[in-house]
């Protein structure tokens, strides 16, 4: 009988290395899926996310081989200038679940021309499409290498980093936010660090900024009622449920994100950024009750009803109202709902304490 792994090892993925195709590709990602859930029960919270999102990360590096291959049978050639390939989104924080769909994008040299553009253009369809034959759908909201928006040259990407950081509406904003997630998956590491170089410049040099996001920050829905009772789905397929990823996983992301922005973390995972706010805070009741809440966050996060189709897993985010009948379900969400509320009340705080400023 092979041993179970020990709350630090590192499972095998040794079907990923040697894909020479999508078909190859999904393939392995289903055996790796399966032997990640055959272990689940045997370790740590922590380290099963961890290994998930390796799983995720082995499976985005062989995709680009596998698309840099199918673009020389094609007659396209090697690629024509440097990029890099990476990730935002929950798969950029390291917290992508077996479920998530595509947040990804692309930095390219800008040594590229116009022919190398094209040849861009193409392989960023070529990549997304062979992630969706792996198990990734596309992105509902287009975050997508192979989307003009998110597939930029450098001097594209600083100009519109530039753009979002400096216009304080809600839609940039929420850009802005979303690139703070990045991370770099392969290619050229020097382009991603040229990124992030100007991402934080950005941050230091709009003086609006941070008020603008904690204005996106503090716009949640309600999840707990007056009398403190969690807040469930009235209509719709989802009735009697509980929203998990947008009631409570979401609004915890969002707001250590902002504390973090705030005092220059440049971490993407929100369990680190959080480590290193308490850190810099020397501690703090609410900021340790924020940590405490987030794990909780991910267990729920992972134990929302699933599907299965085609090898591979879906979910809705939603707990059913079968699920919430547990008392430790409803203990451990109502209480992490409460920290939702305090840490954005203390956000609201800072924001009109910066808007009074800002007068």
Known sequence: ????????????????????????????????????????????????????????????????????????????GQPPARYAFVSFGSSGRQEATLWSDQDNGMIIGDEVDEEG???????????????????????????????PMWRKTLSEWKQQ??????????????????????????????LSEAWCSHFQDCIDQNIELIPALLRNTVRHKATLNVMGRIVTERFGEHAGGFDVKYGVYIPLVNSVRTLALQRGIVETSTRRRIEKIILLEGGGLLLENVQDAFRVAL?????????????????????????????????????????????????????????????
């Open 117 to 147: 553009n094209r040849y861009f253009q193409t392989f960023g369809e070529v990549l997304s499409n062979i992630l969706v034959t792996a198990g990734y759908p596309k992105c509902s909201g287009k975050v997508m290498c192979s989307e």
């Open 1 to 76: 009988m092979e041993p179970l792994p020990s709350l630090h090892s590192e499972l095998s993925f040794k079907e990923i290395p040697g894909c020479r195709s999508a078909e190859e590709l999904k393939e392995a990602r289903i055996a790796c899926q399966e032997r990640l859930l055959e272990q689940k029960p045997f370790m740590d919270l922590y380290t099963w996310i961890e290994q998930v999102n390796r799983m995720h990360d082995e499976i985005g590096r062989r995709a680009v081989h596998i698309g840099e291959e199918h673009m020389k049978g094609a007659g396209f």
């Open 161 to 190: 980093l530039d753009q979002w950081s400096s216009q304080h509406a809600w839609e940039p904003t929420r850009y802005f936010i979303i690139a703070s997630d990045l991370r770099h998956i392969a290619g050229s590491q020097e």
């Open 299 to 359: 267990k729920l996060r992972t134990e929302t009803q699933t599907e299965w189709e085609e090898g591979f897993i879906s979910s809705s985010g939603y707990m059913s109202r079968e699920q919430l009948k547990d008392k430790q379900i409803q203990y451990d969400l109502r209480n992490t709902l409460g920290v939702v509320r305090r840490i954005h009340r203390s956000l609201q705080r800072e924001l009109r304490a910066a808007e009074r400023k800002g007068r």
